[in-house]
C-alpha cells in the first residue's frame, strides 16, 4: 500500500491550540480585561497579535510560525513557514488582496528545500504576478509512468531540485489578462534507489536534466483573494515551448487549461460551493520523468502522493463545499470535497475505468478576520488509504 504522510502536520502544535483557545473563550476575556484595564499575558497575547483584528484593514499581515514533520524517507523534518499579506497602497477598497507565501526546512537526513510562492496585484489590477519557486534536495518517490502502475516498491530519487515558474500578466480588458509566462526546471545530483522486488526500469532523465519553457498565458480572473474567494471566476490557457535553442535539455511543449468557479449558497457568503477543472498535456518525442503530468497535490486530488500516476495526459476535475464559517463558531468551519482524474499517454486513451476517486472533508480556522484567510487541515481518502494536509488557505 501507498505510505501515508503528514504533511507540514506540526504547525497544528503550532497553532490550532492557540486557534481553540481562541475561539472559545479569548475575545469574551479579552473584552473583560479590556473594561477592567488589565493587561493581557502570555497565551492570551499571542493569540491577540496573532489572530486579533486590527483597526486597519488595509494595513500588510505578517505570519511567521515553526512547523515539524515527520516522514520514513525523511526521517524528522523542522521548518519555519511565513505568509506575508498585503494590498497595493495599502488600498483594500480598490485592490485585489495580495500574498506570498515563504516556506524552509531541513530534516536530520541533511534533506532541505526553499519554497516561495506569491500571487501579487498591482494597483487596479494593472497587472498580475503570479509565481510558484522550489529549490530542495527532498526524496521523490516514482511508481513508473502511466495510469496502472503498481502502489508497492517504488523507486526513490534522492536528487536536487530547482523550479522557478513566473507569469506577468498585463490587464488588457476588465478581469482579462494577457502576459509571458516562464518555467525552469532542474534535476541534478540525481541518484536512484530500486526497491529489490520491484526493479523498475530507468526513466529518461533519471540522470539528471534542465529544461527552460518560455510562452504566455491568457487569465480570466475575478478574483480578490487567492486564499479565499467567495463569489468569483478564474480561468487559465497558457502555453509553453521547451527548446534546445534557449537551455533545454529535451524539445517539448506544454497546454496547461485550469478553470474554477466559486458560488456562494447562502445569503451571507459563508457557505460556498467551488469546482475546478485542471487538464496539463504535453506533446514532445521524448519526454524525462519529471517533466510529464503529475497526479495528485496539496491542492487537487489530495490523498495521492504528487507524481503517484504520471503520464503525457492529465485531466482532472473536483467540487468542494465550504463552510467559512460554522453557523455556531465565528472562527471554525469546515469542507468536503470529492474529485477524479486520470492521465494516459494521449487523450483519446482517458478512459473512465482508469479514473482515480478521491474525496475528504476537513477543518477551517479563520486566521486573520480582516483579510478572510482561513488555515485549512484536510483528512483526505483514496482506494490506497489517507493522507492529511496542513496549509493557509483554502486547496483552490
Not at 497595493?88 to 537526513?109: G, V
Not at 504576478?129 to 502502475?149: D, H, V
Request: with cysteine; charged share 20%.
Amino acid at each position: 500500500m501507498q505510505k501515508n504522510y503528514l504533511l507540514r502536520g506540526g504547525k497544528l502544535i503550532c497553532l490550532c491550540v492557540i486557534a481553540l483557545i481562541s475561539d472559545l473563550g479569548f475575545p469574551q476575556l479579552a473584552a473583560q480585561d479590556s473594561i477592567a484595564q488589565k493587561p493581557t499575558t502570555g497565551l492570551m497575547r499571542l493569540a491577540e497579535q496573532l489572530f486579533g483584528e486590527t483597526a486597519e484593514p488595509g494595513k500588510p499581515k505578517f505570519l511567521i510560525y515553526p512547523t515539524i514533520a515527520y516522514a520514513p524517507e525523511t526521517s524528522l523534518e523542522i521548518g519555519f513557514s511565513g505568509l506575508y499579506l498585503f494590498h497595493a497602497r495599502n488600498n483594500y477598497e480598490i485592490n485585489r488582496l495580495s500574498e506570498i507565501q515563504a516556506f524552509a526546512f531541513f530534516t536530520l537526513r541533511r534533506q532541505m528545500g526553499i519554497w516561495l510562492d506569491h500571487a501579487i496585484y498591482g494597483h487596479e489590477d494593472a497587472w498580475i504576478s503570479l509565481g510558484r519557486n522550489r529549490l530542495q534536495r527532498f526524496p521523490l518517490l516514482y511508481y513508473g509512468i502511466g495510469p496502472e502502475t503498481p502502489p508497492d516498491g517504488p523507486a526513490v530519487v534522492n536528487a536536487d531540485y530547482l523550479l522557478i515558474r513566473e507569469d506577468l500578466l498585463k490587464q488588457i480588458l476588465p478581469n482579462l489578462f494577457l502576459g509571458f509566462s516562464v518555467d525552469y526546471q532542474r534535476l541534478f545530483n540525481a541518484e536512484i534507489e530500486l526497491d529489490p522486488d520491484n526493479p523498475l526500469p530507468l526513466p529518461l532523465g533519471a540522470g539528471g536534466n534542465r529544461n527552460l519553457g518560455l510562452g504566455g498565458s491568457l487569465v480570466f480572473d475575478s478574483r480578490t483573494n487567492v486564499l479565499n474567494e467567495r463569489d468569483a471566476w478564474f480561468s487559465e490557457l497558457s502555453l509553453l515551448s521547451y527548446q534546445p535553442a534557449w537551455g533545454s535539455d529535451f524539445r517539448l511543449q506544454r497546454m496547461v487549461v485550469d478553470s474554477r468557479v466559486y458560488l456562494p449558497v447562502s445569503t451571507n457568503r459563508s457557505q460556498v460551493l467551488a469546482a475546478q477543472v485542471y487538464g496539463n498535456f504535453i506533446a514532445g518525442d521524448s519526454i524525462p520523468f519529471n517533466m510529464l503530468a503529475l497526479l495528485g497535490n496539496e491542492s487537487l486530488l489530495r490523498g495521492y502522493y504528487t507524481g503517484r500516476f504520471r503520464d503525457r495526459n492529465y485531466l482532472a476535475t473536483q467540487v468542494e463545499y465550504r463552510f467559512l464559517p460554522f453557523p455556531f463558531s465565528k472562527r471554525l468551519g469546515g469542507a468536503a470535497f470529492v474529485g477524479v482524474g486520470a492521465v494516459a499517454p494521449r487523450l483519446a486513451d482517458l478512459r473512465l475505468d482508469q479514473l482515480k476517486p478521491s474525496g475528504g472533508v476537513g477543518l477551517r480556522f479563520l486566521l486573520f478576520p480582516e483579510k478572510d484567510i482561513f488555515v485549512r487541515f484536510d483528512v483526505a481518502f483514496t482506494p490506497e488509504g489517507p493522507n492529511f494536509y496542513f496549509y493557509t488557505g483554502e486547496a483552490f
